[in-house]
């Protein structure tokens, strides 16, 4: 794409695009630098107010628990108490319990009297309390006649009057919604516990004298489970419930703050300390609020309009789109007229390069045309010789081959006249083994006719002993028995002689049949070997002429070879005498290529290229 373009173009494109991303990146880095700082400034300045809420909030809690533990050892205080313990401090409506309220109230009215001057006619809020959690006295109540319990919502006061006793000081749900509560314990002069004293803040004033710029806005929620104990919040128009989880408290401007605030926030604030959101010009942050035990009981959102700091970011991001358009002016002006002064006489100097280019092409392609033309029919000729010449030599394999195979032959005819003649000697030497055991079988035959022979004679001889062992009585029995065994013997010596008299006769015929085949085979043995032999005589003759012919093929092959070295060095000449003419026609090409490229640089390439 970039090869389409003028050379004017081609330089001014990579200035353009190194100066636009330049500029993209300075404003991309000034922009982050610059939202990064305003950014840092007002996660400081949300810091510094949520650490200026705490302090304040530590500090009316400190105060509260200061007048607490001031009262607690005041001498008419622990009067009061010890006629409280003369009664009953168990029963609501005890008499010393309503004296001890008297005594109390007679010794405070003088002190809230002068309290109301100085904090412009609020209230001095002591409660006391005396154990487990029983309410004593409500000292900014004009009537209390009777010590309620406290158990089922007060856990600091049950928590106080348990274990050591130790002061408690923070923030506690009570029926109003939050307040600040300092704690102290009540001691008698032998240090018995007697109860506690509590005086009480408000927690919204608090919050509210901590905003002191009209662009913080402040909301408070309080945990949904708290409103069995806050039953002053239970009022749906005012403290509506949002998310189903928290209950609005009250806030420093509800049209700004309510339209804002989502649960959502409020809950990321529940479960991880702290939550941050910009809706618009706005920024949100959230922190839990914590009960004086450290349990989350409610979230305080603290809203900033930041609409300041954001306008003064879009006039910063627009000063840096205009510094880069100067830069991108300031740059590409100067080069434009510095590019078009190279051009111009660069284009005359391609436009005469170009011609000549045109006719040093035209004289290179006629000389290449003849030289190849030239080379074509020397290469054919050569091409046919070769060809020839490959031809004869496939002959002369073959007919080496073949005159090969019949030496071959010759030496296998020779080693199977070997063989037969050693078979033929083999079967005569078989024929007379034959002949042996022909005769020897004869001989066992005789033998075993003599045997049979002699059992009969013993046979004979048996019986006879048998007879005279008979007319001799009883002196001759032990002849007789041994002449019957004799008798048995020699009977079954002739049944052995006959038995082997029939094997043998049947070995002599088989003998016979064999000797007889045998010289079947040495006749057939004898006629084999002389057909090999006369095969032999005969494939001689055909190796001798096969010899002949390889010879004759050879010189052949030689002349031909020798014409072919002559026609190739031919084709190879011509040959380079058209690689020349080529080479000269290439470098016209090159030439014309490059005045073409040098043009294009100067000019660009046509779209359609």
């Given at each position: 794409?970039?090869?389409?373009?003028?050379?004017?173009?081609?330089?001014?494109?990579?200035?353009?695009?190194?100066?636009?991303?330049?500029?993209?990146?300075?404003?991309?880095?000034?922009?982050?630098?610059?939202?990064?700082?305003?950014?840092?400034?007002?996660?400081?300045?949300?810091?510094?107010?949520?650490?200026?809420?705490?302090?304040?909030?530590?500090?009316?809690?400190?105060?509260?628990?200061?007048?607490?533990?001031?009262?607690?050892?005041?001498?008419?205080?622990?009067?009061?108490?010890?006629?409280?313990?003369?009664?009953?401090?168990?029963?609501?409506?005890?008499?010393?319990?309503?004296?001890?309220?008297?005594?109390?109230?007679?010794?405070?009215?003088?002190?809230?009297?002068?309290?109301?001057?100085?904090?412009?006619?609020?209230?001095?809020?002591?409660?006391?309390?005396?154990?487990?959690?029983?309410?004593?006295?409500?000292?900014?109540?004009?009537?209390?006649?009777?010590?309620?319990?406290?158990?089922?919502?007060?856990?600091?006061?049950?928590?106080i009057s348990k274990g050591k006793h130790d002061p408690i000081k923070g923030i506690e749900v009570g029926r109003g919604g939050f307040a600040i509560r300092g704690i102290a314990p009540?001691?008698?002069?032998?240090?018995?516990?007697?109860?506690?004293?509590?005086?009480?803040?408000?927690?919204?004033?608090?919050?509210?004298?901590?905003?002191?710029?009209?662009?913080?806005?402040?909301?408070?929620?309080?945990?949904?489970?708290?409103?069995?104990?806050?039953?002053?919040?239970?009022?749906?128009?005012?403290?509506?419930?949002?998310?189903?989880?928290?209950?609005?408290?009250?806030?420093?401007?509800?049209?700004?703050?309510?339209?804002?605030?989502?649960?959502?926030?409020?809950?990321?604030?529940?479960?991880?300390?702290?939550?941050?959101?910009?809706?618009?010009?706005?920024?949100?942050?959230?922190?839990?609020?914590?009960?004086?035990?450290?349990?989350?009981?409610?979230?305080?959102?603290?809203?900033?309009?930041?609409?300041?700091?954001?306008?003064?970011?879009?006039?910063?991001?627009?000063?840096?789109?205009?510094?880069?358009?100067?830069?991108?002016?300031?740059?590409?002006?100067?080069?434009?007229?510095?590019?078009?002064?190279?051009?111009?006489?660069?284009?005359?100097?391609?436009?005469?390069?170009?011609?000549?280019?045109?006719?040093?092409?035209?004289?290179?392609?006629?000389?290449?045309?003849?030289?190849?033309?030239?080379?074509?029919?020397?290469?054919?000729?050569?091409?046919?010789?070769?060809?020839?010449?490959?031809?004869?030599?496939?002959?002369?394999?073959?007919?080496?081959?073949?005159?090969?195979?019949?030496?071959?032959?010759?030496?296998?005819?020779?080693?199977?006249?070997?063989?037969?003649?050693?078979?033929?000697?083999?079967?005569?030497?078989?024929?007379?083994?034959?002949?042996?055991?022909?005769?020897?079988?004869?001989?066992?035959?005789?033998?075993?006719?003599?045997?049979?022979?002699?059992?009969?004679?013993?046979?004979?001889?048996?019986?006879?002993?048998?007879?005279?062992?008979?007319?001799?009585?009883?002196?001759?029995?032990?002849?007789?028995?041994?002449?019957?065994?004799?008798?048995?013997?020699?009977?079954?010596?002739?049944?052995?002689?006959?038995?082997?008299?029939?094997?043998?006769?049947?070995?002599?015929?088989?003998?016979?049949?064999?000797?007889?085949?045998?010289?079947?085979?040495?006749?057939?043995?004898?006629?084999?070997?002389?057909?090999?032999?006369?095969?032999?005589?005969?494939?001689?003759?055909?190796?001798?002429?096969?010899?002949?012919?390889?010879?004759?093929?050879?010189?052949?092959?030689?002349?031909?070879?020798?014409?072919?070295?002559?026609?190739?060095?031919?084709?190879?000449?011509?040959?380079?005498?058209?690689?020349?003419?080529?080479?000269?026609?290439?470098?016209?090409?090159?030439?014309?290529?490059?005045?073409?490229e040098l043009s294009v640089i100067a000019n660009g390439r046509p779209s359609d290229a």
């Amino acid at each position: 794409m970039l090869n389409r373009r003028k050379l004017g173009a081609r330089i001014l494109a990579p200035v353009v695009v190194v100066t636009v991303l330049f500029s993209i990146v300075l404003f991309l880095s000034g922009n982050t630098l610059i939202e990064r700082t305003i950014r840092m400034s007002l996660n400081d300045l949300i810091k510094a107010k949520l650490a200026e809420i705490d302090v304040a909030l530590d500090r009316v809690a400190g105060a509260a628990l200061g007048q607490a533990a001031l009262f607690s050892r005041a001498n008419p205080v622990l009067e009061a108490y010890a006629t409280a313990y003369r009664g009953n401090i168990g029963e609501a409506s005890d008499p010393s319990m309503e004296s001890a309220r008297q005594q109390l109230r007679g010794y405070f009215n003088s002190i809230e009297t002068g309290y109301r001057d100085v904090f412009n006619g609020n209230h001095l809020r002591l409660h006391f309390h005396v154990p487990p959690a029983r309410s004593l006295l409500r000292l900014w109540k004009k009537k209390q006649d009777q010590s309620d319990d406290l158990s089922g919502f007060r856990e600091a006061i049950l928590a106080i009057s348990k274990g050591k006793h130790d002061p408690i000081k923070g923030i506690e749900v009570g029926r109003g919604g939050f307040a600040i509560r300092g704690i102290a314990p009540i001691h008698s002069v032998d240090g018995s516990y007697l109860g506690s004293v509590e005086a009480l803040s408000d927690f919204d004033p608090v919050v509210k004298d901590s905003v002191s710029d009209d662009r913080e806005y402040l909301a408070v929620y309080m945990n949904k489970e708290h409103l069995t104990i806050a039953t002053g919040l239970k009022d749906q128009k005012n403290h509506p419930v949002l998310g189903d989880a928290f209950v609005f408290v009250n806030s420093t401007r509800r049209e700004v703050t309510d339209p804002l605030i989502r649960a959502s926030l409020l809950e990321e604030s529940r479960v991880n300390g702290k939550a941050e959101q910009v809706m618009g010009d706005y920024i949100l942050t959230a922190v839990p609020i914590k009960s004086y035990s450290g349990e989350q009981v409610g979230v305080m959102a603290y809203v900033y309009d930041a609409r300041g700091p954001f306008r003064m970011l879009k006039m910063i991001r627009a000063g840096v789109v205009g510094l880069c358009a100067l830069l991108l002016l300031g740059i590409v002006g100067p080069l434009v007229f510095v590019v078009r002064s190279i051009t111009s006489p660069l284009k005359r100097v391609i436009e005469a390069l170009n011609l000549s280019s045109m006719q040093v092409l035209d004289a290179s392609t006629h000389v290449a045309s003849a030289s190849q033309s030239l080379a074509q029919g020397a290469a054919e000729q050569a091409a046919g010789l070769e060809e020839a010449s490959a031809t004869l030599t496939e002959i002369a394999t073959l007919a080496k081959e073949n005159a090969t195979h019949s030496q071959s032959t010759v030496d296998l005819m020779n080693a199977t006249t070997r063989a037969g003649q050693r078979a033929n000697h083999s079967m005569g030497e078989l024929s007379q083994s034959m002949t042996d055991i022909r005769q020897a079988s004869e001989k066992v035959s005789r033998i075993i006719r003599t045997i049979d022979d002699i059992s009969f004679q013993t046979n004979l001889l048996a019986l006879n002993a048998a007879v005279e062992a008979a007319r001799a009585g009883e002196a001759g029995a032990g002849f007789a028995v041994v002449a019957e065994q004799v008798r048995n013997l020699a009977t079954q010596a002739a049944e052995a002689a006959r038995d082997s008299s029939s094997s043998i006769e049947e070995t002599v015929k088989k003998v016979q049949t064999g000797g007889e085949l045998l010289e079947s085979a040495m006749e057939a043995f004898r006629e084999l070997t002389g057909n090999v032999e006369q095969a032999e005589v005969l494939i001689k003759d055909v190796a001798g002429a096969s010899g002949e012919q390889a010879q004759g093929v050879d010189q052949i092959h030689s002349a031909i070879s020798e014409m072919d070295g002559v026609v190739q060095t031919n084709a190879a000449n011509a040959e380079e005498s058209a690689a020349a003419a080529h080479e000269l026609s290439d470098q016209a090409g090159q030439m014309e290529s490059y005045v073409k490229e040098l043009s294009v640089i100067a000019n660009g390439r046509p779209s359609d290229a």
